[in-house]
């Protein structure tokens, strides 16, 4: 099973400007609380030998946005350079290639630093 205690500590000291709360639910994601009201989803598959993750910034109730980099081989986004990793901008069908870190913590600090720069 993958430990998300490390990944909440870089969001709580690494991020405190835009990191309001975080919690890990039911030992299955970290969830991110961020100064807007809005939220980040953290989730990693528990099969390490097939290891599936998403990062999800979830902006519906704020403007109807999300963001995501994830690696779940969706067959709509075959042709994006990346596949199966893909980053939805903006919307679920608004998807370019994905160049998140394939290591859980420069991954998190990129996407963090994504949601920072879009708050800004």
């Known amino acids: 099973m993958f430990d998300y205690r490390h990944l909440k500590l870089i969001a709580e000291v690494e991020f405190p400007d835009i ?3 975080t919690e890990i639910i039911r030992y299955r994601k970290l969830r991110i609380i961020i100064t807007d009201s809005s939220f980040v989803d953290v989730f990693y598959s ?3 030998m097939n290891l599936k993750y998403a990062y999800h910034w979830e902006r519906s109730i704020i403007d109807g946005t ?3 980099h994830d690696n779940i081989p969706d067959g709509k986004w075959k042709n994006i350079a990346t596949f199966p990793k893909h980053f939805h901008n903006g919307d ?3 998807v370019q ?3 998140i870190s ?3 913590p420069e991954a998190l600090r ?3 630093n994504f949601v920072r720069s879009k708050l800004v």
């Open 66 to 68: 999300i963001y995501r």
């Open 46 to 48: 528990p099969d390490p």
């Open 92 to 94: 679920y069908n608004n």
């Open 110 to 112: 990129d996407f963090l």
């Open 19 to 21: 990191v309001v709360a």
């Open 97 to 99: 290639e994905s160049n």
């Open 102 to 104: 394939d290591e859980p």
